[in-house]
């Protein structure tokens, strides 16, 4: 089946620990997404990236990094700088593209999360 | 992107229709209306979107006023498993590509046995 896979489902760090987050889609979606929920909020975007090789940061980018080396895949890492990284991590894919440019108006489809807690 | 005003909680009999309002008086002419869901612990969910005219697919419509300023979404017939946070979301794309959504707090809608 086509889908977001986000793994691992829970996640637990130490003080002090940078740990990365995987996302990896196959339905060929040019557009990434990665987003922070904390409770009873919405989401909050912290990068995306449009192409390959290629992307912006988001609203809450600080302690963040991302990579984008593959169409499917396009990892978080939360840093030591991030000072208060408990939340729900969501990654999130589309398709604005085709072979006649971007498309305005495709929805975004979204992975089950990973949520990472504080030791 | 302009900003939506959704009720924070409706509740609806199981079967009965559940009209989830919003309210997105600043859209501007090429901004569609998107709505997505949330199951507790579960990623979003995408369920329809539109521009101007009313759309409807397998999961829901959604009626849009002749002025925009509103939309409702209507799940005809709602079961317990529809119980969930739906968000409205207002979206322009500029045609330079992809950038993300901006969720608020959504409604959060339970059904009622």
């Known amino acids: 089946d086509g889908g977001i896979t986000q793994s691992p489902k829970y996640l637990f760090r130490k003080e002090g620990q940078n740990v990365t987050l995987s996302c990896e889609q196959n339905?060929?979606?040019?557009?990434m997404y990665w987003y922070r929920q904390d409770p009873g909020q919405g989401l909050r975007l912290i990068y995306y990236?449009?192409?390959?090789?290629?992307?912006q940061k988001g609203d809450i980018a600080e302690g963040y990094s991302v990579s984008r080396e593959k169409k499917e895949s396009f990892p978080l890492t939360v840093t030591s700088a991030q000072k208060n990284p408990t939340a729900f991590y969501l990654c999130?894919?589309?398709?604005?593209?085709?072979?006649?440019?971007?498309?305005?108006?495709?929805?975004?489809?979204f992975g089950d999360g990973t949520r990472l807690s504080i030791l | 992107d302009a900003k939506t005003t959704q009720p924070p909680s409706m509740d609806c009999a199981e079967g009965r229709a559940a009209n989830l309002p919003c309210n997105h008086s600043?859209?501007?002419?090429?901004?569609?209306v998107y709505w997505y869901r949330q199951i507790h612990s579960q990623g979003p969910q995408y369920i329809i979107h539109?521009?101007?005219n009313n759309e409807t697919n397998e999961m829901a419509s959604l009626i849009i006023t002749e002025d925009r300023k509103s939309s409702t979404l209507i799940l005809p017939h709602a079961t317990l498993r529809d119980t969930a946070v739906y968000y409205c979301?207002?979206?322009?794309?500029?045609?330079?590509?992809?950038?993300?959504?901006?969720f608020g707090k959504g409604t959060h809608l339970i059904i009622q046995p």
């Open positions: 539109g521009l101007k």
């Open positions: 600043t859209i501007s002419g090429n901004e569609y």
């Open positions: 990236s449009q192409i390959v090789n290629d992307f």
């Open positions: 999130a894919s589309s398709r604005p593209r085709d072979r006649d440019g971007w498309i305005g108006n495709q929805p975004q489809h």
């Open positions: 979301i207002v979206k322009k794309y500029s045609g330079g590509g992809a950038d993300g959504l901006t």
């Open positions: 339905l060929n979606h040019d557009a």
